[in-house]
């Protein structure tokens, strides 16, 4: 082969989409792409427009790289979008503004639920006319035919890369230019770089566009001190991602989910709390990477979590873990709802398609019966108490904007357990919040009682884990029962019970956290067409583990043998729970290293990174949403 062979054969790899190798930020391959960009990038960047187009190209190769020729699909969602609300500021009438905005957001969120959607659809197409229909990609089958060639697969349906994030980034843009909170974006490039901005496409943050647009044509500054937070985030996302997340995930957690009868109540259990952390690593460290290379190139993403294991209850999480995807759902899905307010006729278009869905995931009719009845007893409830109203609809809003945040992840029973219990999870802290001590104490007393009754006589391991939880619950409520009673008087350990009650409140809610995530990892990884089935077994099986009885004296030898996975998830739980102001404290004092000596630190860490990297890198979680 001759020099210019390999020359050729180089730049053919160089613009080749390979879906077994997409393109990602812990790849060198893409610290190649990203320096070179970079480089061209500092002989545009004092010309805003010249800037936006390029950056606006290098987005559209980025994507093609990492989702192949789905990249006519992004481009479709950005000419659309772009002319559709051009259109909609020019209406004056609010009907015809009503009716194109509807449209408009039913075709973004018609091409996601086709491609996300698919094969549940069919499948409950075929459970309720009792039809065999198979998935069959109509839209490729149609470009195949358009472009003369058969490029598309037809027999599946594929799920584009990000899909869920850039459609919900153009949702938002749709529904503010109707609301008259922003104009639209006059220069298609523009427009096309904010929806296309390659380090948050495909994983987010979700960014609106009264967040980003206004960036477009700010002259370009990069100071010193911003130069060493952005490189900071850079080396923070990739130590989460390779050290925790990646680690974590090899070396226990896939091998435990993927079979978890093979393993112990306290291997299942162990696997699942490091699963809590190797989510968290993931996405968040996938932030930090796509925060640091934008503030390089001058743009600034928002924030996407604030240290959500420090949360003090499950209402307080959301507010925390993926907050872009929070804000979203509380904007343009729980206000337009009725928020606190009242109850819509979307309220209960939601609570019918809830039980129509739970009932087909679950496979029994009986499941629409109970949401049904348990909806017209709430409803009746909300009519003979109107004082009460206002609070039920809260709660029912809150619980339909949960569930289909549930289903948003995937259309899994799991999902949608997880959404629920979530959800359930913020109704029962605000019911819990609001009752005195006598009260607390006398509902986890019954509570706890009744799941060990049910444990003895059934003997679902299932009981067990309820009879632990409440088990919790009762010894945290008691202990503060008995200080408040005996100990409110003395002002010195009242601080102290206040730091030790805050820490008993974070434990409680990161384990609950915890064990919702069960149902959430047990619907990751799968293929469509089978992931119901697998996710409920999987999920079932581990909580018949764990639930199970345990041999104590073989636990101490089981965490001998998984002692680097241990001590990998302490010290990252421990990092987590460190005070935000210290943590803020090491930030600036990386970025104001001397440039000699930050250089030399990021080569200690990518060499130190280097020796967690498995044989396989692996894609980040949540690219499949």
């Not at 096309?192 to 647009?213: C, D, H, K, M, T």
């Not at 924030?303 to 872009?324: C, G, L, V």
């Not at 709802?337 to 979307?346: F, M, S």
């Not at 029973?413 to 607390?440: D, E, H, Q, S, V």
């Amino acid at each position: 082969m001759t020099f210019w062979d390999l020359i050729w054969d180089f730049i053919k790899n160089l613009f080749a989409f390979d879906q077994a190798h997409p393109l990602l930020f812990t790849q060198f391959y893409f610290w190649a792409f990203f320096a070179l960009v970079f480089a061209l990038f500092t002989q545009v960047h004092s010309k805003p427009l010249l800037r936006n187009a390029y950056l606006f190209a290098v987005s559209l190769f980025f994507y093609y790289k990492t989702s192949g020729v789905f990249l006519a699909l992004l481009l479709f969602v950005i000419v659309y979008n772009f002319f559709a609300a051009k259109w909609l500021h020019r209406l004056k009438g609010e009907k015809g503004r009503s009716i194109l905005t509807a449209v408009s957001v039913t075709l973004d969120l018609g091409i996601l639920a086709y491609f996300k959607y698919a094969y549940f659809i069919t499948d409950f197409v075929n459970k309720l006319l009792g039809l065999s229909i198979e998935v069959h990609d109509v839209l490729g089958e149609w470009l195949n035919v358009l472009t003369g060639a058969e490029i598309f697969r037809v027999d599946a349906i594929i799920l584009p890369v990000g899909i869920s994030f850039f459609t919900f980034q153009a949702v938002s843009y749709i529904v503010d230019v109707k609301r008259r909170k922003i104009e639209p974006v006059q220069n298609f490039l523009d427009f096309g770089f904010y929806l296309s901005f390659f380090p948050q496409l495909v994983a987010g943050p979700i960014v609106r566009a009264s967040e980003f647009i206004a960036q477009l044509h700010k002259p370009y500054n990069l100071s010193r001190r911003w130069f060493g937070i952005a490189v900071f985030w850079i080396m923070n996302g990739l130590m989460k991602k390779l050290i925790l997340a990646d680690y974590l995930a090899v070396n226990f957690c896939d091998r435990v989910f993927e079979n978890p009868l093979m393993y112990s109540g306290f291997e299942n259990l162990s696997a699942l709390f490091c699963y809590s952390l190797q989510v968290y690593a993931d996405f968040s460290g996938y932030t930090d990477i796509a925060t640091g290379v934008a503030m390089l190139m001058g743009f600034y993403l928002p924030k996407n979590f604030d240290s959500p294991y420090k949360a003090e209850n499950t209402q307080q999480f959301w507010r925390r873990w993926h907050m872009t995807l929070s804000r979203w759902l509380r904007d343009y899905l729980y206000i337009p709802l009725g928020g606190n307010r009242n109850a819509t006729a979307g309220t209960y278009i939601i609570i019918a398609a809830v039980a129509v869905i739970g009932s087909f995931l679950s496979g029994s009719w009986w499941v629409a019966v109970a949401v049904l009845a348990l909806a017209g007893g709430i409803g009746l409830w909300a009519w003979k108490k109107p004082a009460d109203r206002k609070l039920i609809t809260t709660n029912i809003n809150s619980m339909n904007t949960m569930l289909l945040g549930g289903l948003w992840h995937g259309a899994s029973w799991n999902f949608m357990i997880w959404g629920g219990l979530n959800g359930l999870g913020m109704i029962i802290y605000k019911i819990w919040t609001a009752r005195n001590l006598y009260g607390k104490m006398l509902i986890i007393s019954v509570v706890t009682l009744v799941c060990q009754i049910l444990a003895r006589i059934t003997h679902y391991p299932v009981w067990n884990l309820f009879f632990m939880w409440s088990l919790i619950v009762f010894l945290g409520t008691a202990v503060k029962g008995l200080y408040a009673l005996f100990c409110t008087k003395r002002p010195p350990k009242e601080e102290h019970f206040t730091w030790l009650s805050r820490s008993w409140d974070i434990f409680q809610t990161f384990v609950f956290i915890t064990f919702t995530r069960l149902f959430f990892r047990s619907g990751s990884n799968l293929d469509p067409a089978l992931a119901n089935e697998q996710a409920w077994n999987t999920a079932k099986n581990m909580v018949n583990q764990i639930g199970g009885a345990w041999d104590l004296a073989l636990v101490p030898k089981m965490a001998f043998e998984h002692r680097a996975v241990l001590i990998i998830f302490v010290v990252g739980m421990v990092i987590h729970w460190l005070p935000e102001r210290f943590k803020r404290r090491y930030r600036v004092v990386f970025s104001r290293l001397p440039l000699g000596w930050m250089a030399a630190l990021v080569v200690f860490l990518i060499l130190f990174i280097y020796q967690f990297i498995t044989a396989d890198l692996q894609s980040f979680i949540y690219f499949q949403f």
